[in-house]
């Protein structure tokens, strides 16, 4: 079965060090990846995505991710974390197969930016 | 350019009542999306509708649950009979036509079933 794996239930950082949240997927094909955050009692927000090209994506609020195909990783990355950055973070891909249609994502890492 | 709009935010309902609920989808997209995340959990991928169309259901249980998505109004995502594992926070996405890979999300339903 298709899957995304976020192995990290939660992360701690301090504010302004760096931030990972990781992510690996087992999709077949050449699958888009995604990330999204949520903020308590709030839908998803959108922060960025790869779909092909450089395999450095820049995204919303100074968030970047790597993409790795050799490892099947997607992290996400900030080189300084932000107190309101802590939220609850999903990594997501959108498989080739059926059409591209249906998001799989991850259980979600909480992410929290202590002072 | 309003987003996805959601009703109700929060829904209760007893066991064995019917719950529906309701996404307007933005302004020009034509592709409605639902998923459900569990507490605890990730999102899980419903069903996938255009307009009258159901294109891909693999993700809706079998029984007590349907969708829709008329030709006009908006998507409504119904369940009957609802038992205490339904409740969940259920999220609507939709994306323009031809591009599946832009799904805007809604701010959810939560329903709590009693």
């Known amino acids: 079965a298709q899957s995304v794996a976020q192995p990290e239930d939660q992360v701690n950082v301090a504010e302004g060090n760096p931030l990972t949240v990781k992510c690996t997927y087992s999709?077949?094909?050449?699958?888009?990846l995604f990330w999204y955050v949520q903020y308590p009692n709030r839908g998803l927000q959108f922060l960025l995505k790869y779909i092909t090209g450089d395999n450095l994506v820049k995204g919303s609020y100074g968030f970047e991710a790597e993409f790795n195909k050799s490892q099947t990783s997607f992290h996400l990355k900030k080189p300084s974390a932000l107190v309101s950055d802590s939220a609850l973070y999903f990594c997501a891909a959108l498989p080739s197969s059926g059409g591209y249609n249906k998001l799989i994502f991850g259980a979600g890492t909480r992410l929290a930016v202590h002072p | 350019n309003a987003g996805v709009m959601q009703n109700p935010r929060h829904l209760v309902r007893r066991r064995g009542q019917e719950a529906r609920l309701r996404c307007s989808p933005m302004?020009?997209?034509?592709?409605v999306y639902w998923y459900r995340q569990l507490p605890e959990e990730g999102l899980k991928f419903m069903v996938y509708?255009?307009?009258?169309?159901?294109?891909?259901e693999s993700g809706m249980p079998k029984e007590r649950f349907s969708a829709e998505f008329p030709k006009e109004g908006p998507s409504i995502l119904r369940i009957q009979q609802v038992v205490r594992g339904d409740s969940a926070a259920y999220f609507c996405a939709s994306s323009p036509y031809g591009q599946n890979y832009e799904q805007y999300f809604g701010p959810g339903t939560r329903l709590t079933v009693t």
């Open positions: 302004k020009g997209h034509s592709h």
């Open positions: 509708l255009q307009k009258e169309n159901i294109i891909d």
């Open positions: 999709v077949s094909g050449n699958p888009y």
